[in-house]
């Protein structure tokens, strides 16, 4: 058994609903004595996995999965379903998990979404255990509570509040994970530089060196990631504040998922739509008159340096592009809210934005 070293922990401070995060590599050991803790107690566990880490990472789930009642879901954005969530609630009931029962959610964002949701709406809800499996969901998605699945009218659209019981990051997955799945992370860190961590954003554009799985730093980038969300949450849990709150996590998303839904998912991974989205943030910021001391070729700069896309594969159709906003789960009595920034490190809600704007915007990175 591999044992953990230099672990690096935080707490998401929620009062009851508070919960620790551990940064580390090698934390089989600590998943195994959780999952024997919870036995002693006689508490029954599932889990649910996503199919692609079980291709890859085996031994490291057969270690602390092998008496567990395990579903495997298939990897991808389409997983986030009516079908498959009704599917693993059947899976749960089968294996007669009561409200004591415990579910360790093993994967990237899209299992993290549809376990919250499956804890959160089981027995109207257990407890479960959120170990990423991605950067993007280790510095992002897993933190917060935000849990759901996608409707054909757009993404997130049913979902719910359920904080995990704690969220457990072993950086030894990241050695298996597609350097695609890695670049679309990066997404998700520049998105903390740009909107509330200058001094990361200039280190990512500054350095020589482009990260990887194996740079001793990512650690302490992970760590300054989950502390940003961490005080974003605790702040605004429920994203209820008109002064930004927890909506300035959205920056780049609002585009970002329009341009998902009308490419189909699974075109784009979430990261390289919301790297697209960046863009479009940031041009809009400067449209309405912010951001002007900034660089958009430092930008552009850093995003190729991941091999993130900054323009359209293939062009879309704008009007499309538009409805599918309408339909973002942002939208508040008609009016579609965006997040822009005032500089970079900075960023703003703006309720009321021309949509000849937004079209100029889209226009510019290849919608027609």
């Not at 693993?88 to 089968?94: D, K, M, T, V």
């Not at 993007?136 to 849990?147: I, N, P």
């Not at 509040?161 to 457990?168: A, D, E, G, L, S």
Request: net charge negative; glycine share 8%.
């Amino acid at each position: 058994m591999e044992t953990s070293t230099d672990i690096k922990r935080l707490k998401v401070e929620l009062g009851k609903r508070s919960y620790p995060i551990s940064i580390g590599s090698g934390q089989s050991a600590m998943l195994i004595e959780l999952k024997e803790r919870f036995h002693q107690e006689d508490r029954k566990i599932a889990a649910l996995v996503d199919e692609g880490l079980a291709i890859s990472s085996p031994d490291f789930l057969n270690e602390i999965l092998s008496d567990v009642p395990t579903l495997k879901i298939p990897s991808g954005e389409r997983s986030k379903s009516i079908e498959l969530l009704n599917k693993s609630w059947n899976f749960l009931a089968s294996e007669r998990i009561d409200r004591t029962g415990v579910l360790f959610v093993f994967g990237g964002g899209v299992t993290g979404d549809l376990g919250g949701f499956l804890a959160a709406s089981y027995l109207r809800g257990i407890e479960f255990i959120q170990v990423p499996s991605t950067l993007l969901a280790m510095v992002d998605s897993s933190v917060g509570g935000k849990t759901g699945i996608n409707l054909e009218a757009g993404k997130n659209l049913v979902g719910a509040f359920h904080q995990p019981n704690q969220v457990i990051i072993d950086l030894n997955i990241l050695n298996t994970l597609p350097k695609r799945e890695f670049s679309a992370g990066m997404a998700e860190i520049i998105k903390y530089g740009m909107l509330c961590n200058r001094s990361l954003y200039l280190e990512l554009v500054e350095s020589s060196k482009v990260l990887s799985p194996e740079n001793p730093e990512l650690s302490g980038i992970i760590y300054q990631c989950c502390t940003e969300k961490a005080r974003i949450v605790r702040d605004d849990e429920r994203e209820s504040s008109n002064q930004g709150g927890r909506a300035l996590l959205n920056l780049g998303h609002t585009f970002g998922h329009a341009i998902e839904a009308v490419a189909g998912y699974g075109k784009y991974l979430h990261g390289e739509a919301v790297a697209i989205g960046l863009v479009c943030a940031f041009r809009l910021s400067q449209k309405l008159k912010l951001c002007d001391d900034e660089s958009e070729d430092q930008l552009i700069g850093l995003l190729k340096k991941y091999h993130l896309p900054f323009e359209l594969k293939t062009p879309l159709s704008v009007e499309s592009l538009r409805n599918a906003m309408m339909n973002d789960k942002k939208v508040q009595k008609g009016n579609l809210r965006f997040i822009v920034m005032q500089k970079i490190g900075k960023a703003l809600v703006r309720d009321s934005v021309d949509l000849e704007l937004v079209t100029e915007v889209l226009e510019s990175v290849g919608a027609h």
